[in-house]
């Protein structure tokens, strides 16, 4: 009997998590001495708190806690060490208040102290006879050392699983935080240009006023935007995003303003916008520039009078939200040509604020380069790479149309590309592209752009290898290079092109150019 109790306490080990072991290992215990009641309590701070009952009345009894300033039968064998056995009804160690309202009493109580290795005390667990002859117990002196050896060897397993499950918990604390930090998107820099812009951003995080952030795309104006709603009072609301040029402009209505059910086919329930998802916080609308100009005109009343009308409801909601919202198109244009409402314009951008390219933050492109060569390293469990010298001077040399994205991303190739701990020139994708004439590379350089027809600067030209090419070449590359960014929508085009659309549509057409 005593070798198959033994095995049956040894299999504790096996059990790492403490909730499911403290009830197997004091239903095992209740079983060899055939009584139905029991509890496992341990210390905590000045307190006694009951973390496991097994029986009739279980559940009122886990969870309570009593004052070590309380006599209790528990409290005693934890602070002596020692098992006790106590008759509730004469013994004043006994905290009577904790059955009064129980029908069943104890009639004897068998207290045992849980040890650490360590031998200390962290608990103690009772085994509880209800009968009133006090018949179900087996006190006999042997017996009871045998059960206290077997106990040991329980609490010894139930305090290792507790350890184990605080080191997984602490262990699981420190990762959610490394990947908070991994995840958690820094503003790097150091240059006069980007300095000047975010001390703009930490005076305007005090205010309400609507922000208008300009710059290339991939220069981080989100990034950006949501640092001015983590320094304001709203940072403990929503910050809510929404990119206005790639869906539909059905769809984007519906996006910020929500619908009512029965709005639309396929409307079959109420849906709030990402205007009254975000009350009490921060929307920002990036590529405002793209917006349609018949939605332009609900986002100017958004903005005024901070009320929204759903699709399909009759009622006005009122909302409080800041809006900041980014554009890498010359807006100031778009409003000359009638593409932009000028009101609006007006009321976005009453705090200004412009990201300059990266070409322009020459020092600080190794700051970036190591800050994401660390971070992704970090999150791809390799080791750190280095780059050389002079695969560095390429880097400070090239023109980034991509700005910081475009570096962003070509760390991570190179770290998945490169076998060796350094990186070479040789290694670096585009370094070979600017000694290649030919037509294809050449239409490449345009599509890799993500900036607007209106962004393609004079100072930009002497990037791009123009020997040995036509006209014809360089245009029918600058064509597909704008209607590949417009998804081939040949009106978008035409407009990045500052072109009517008939005349370029009808070079297209000269230049051979489909839609495959």
């Avoid at 208008?212 to 989100?222: A, C, D, N, R, V």
Wanted: charged fraction near 30%.
């Amino acid at each position: 009997m005593f070798e198959s109790a033994v095995n049956l306490f040894k299999s504790f080990s096996e059990e790492l998590d403490p909730d499911r072991l403290q009830r197997k290992f004091l239903k095992s215990l209740l079983k060899l001495q055939k009584v139905e009641r029991g509890s496992i309590w341990i210390k905590k701070d000045d307190r006694y708190l009951c973390i496991e009952a097994v029986g009739r009345y279980g559940e009122n009894i886990k969870g309570v806690s009593i004052s070590a300033d309380h006599k209790s039968i528990v409290g005693w064998v934890i602070e002596n060490g020692k098992m006790t056995m106590a008759e509730p009804k004469t013994d004043a160690r006994h905290y009577k208040e904790l059955e009064e309202k129980l029908a069943v009493k104890s009639s004897l109580i068998l207290c045992f102290p849980l040890f650490l290795r360590s031998k200390e005390v962290y608990g103690a667990v009772q085994v509880i006879d209800t009968d009133p002859e006090k018949s179900r117990l087996n006190l006999d002196e042997e017996y009871l050392s045998y059960l206290q050896d077997l106990i040991n060897i329980g609490s010894i397993a139930l305090g290792n699983a507790v350890l184990y499950s605080k080191q997984l918990k602490e262990t699981q604390n420190l990762r959610d935080t490394l990947n908070r930090i991994q995840e958690e998107e820094v503003i790097v820099g150091q240059c006069a240009a980007l300095k000047k812009s975010l001390e703009l951003a930490e005076s305007y995080a005090k205010t309400d006023f609507p922000v208008l952030i300009t710059g290339e795309s991939g220069t981080g104006k989100e990034l950006v935007s949501n640092k001015i709603h983590k320094l304001s009072d709203r940072k403990e609301n929503p910050f809510l995003v929404q990119n206005c040029s790639t869906i539909p402009e059905s769809l984007l209505e519906s996006e910020l303003f929500g619908y009512k059910k029965g709005a639309f086919s396929g409307a079959s329930k109420d849906k709030p916008g990402l205007f009254e998802a975000a009350h009490g916080g921060t929307v920002f609308l990036d590529e405002i520039g793209d917006m349609p100009i018949n939605l332009q005109a609900g986002i100017l009343r958004v903005i005024q009078n901070m009320e929204i009308k759903p699709l399909g409801d009759t009622r006005i909601k009122n909302i409080n939200i800041r809006v900041i919202s980014a554009t890498n198109r010359n807006i100031k244009n778009m409003v000359a040509d009638n593409e932009f409402r000028q009101d609006l314009f007006y009321r976005l951008s009453v705090l200004p604020l412009h990201l300059p390219p990266l070409r322009e933050r020459k020092e600080d492109i190794p700051l970036l380069f190591n800050h994401f060569i660390k971070r992704e390293s970090v999150k791809l469990e390799i080791d750190i790479k280095s780059i050389r010298s002079d695969a560095m001077q390429f880097l400070l040399s090239y023109h980034w149309p991509g700005n910081i994205r475009e570096l962003e991303n070509l760390v991570r190739y190179l770290l998945v590309s490169t076998d060796s701990d350094y990186i070479e020139l040789q290694d670096i994708p585009f370094n070979q592209e600017r000694t290649e004439k030919s037509f294809p590379e050449t239409t490449r350089m345009f599509e890799d752009r993500e900036v607007s027809a209106d962004q393609l600067e004079l100072r930009e030209t002497e990037n791009i290898q123009f020997t040995d090419l036509s006209w014809e070449e360089v245009e029918r590359g600058y064509a597909l290079y704008l209607l590949k960014k417009n998804n081939w929508n040949v009106t978008n085009a035409a407009k990045d092109a500052k072109l009517n659309r008939s005349t370029f549509d009808s070079r297209i057409k000269r230049l051979g150019i489909k839609n495959k």
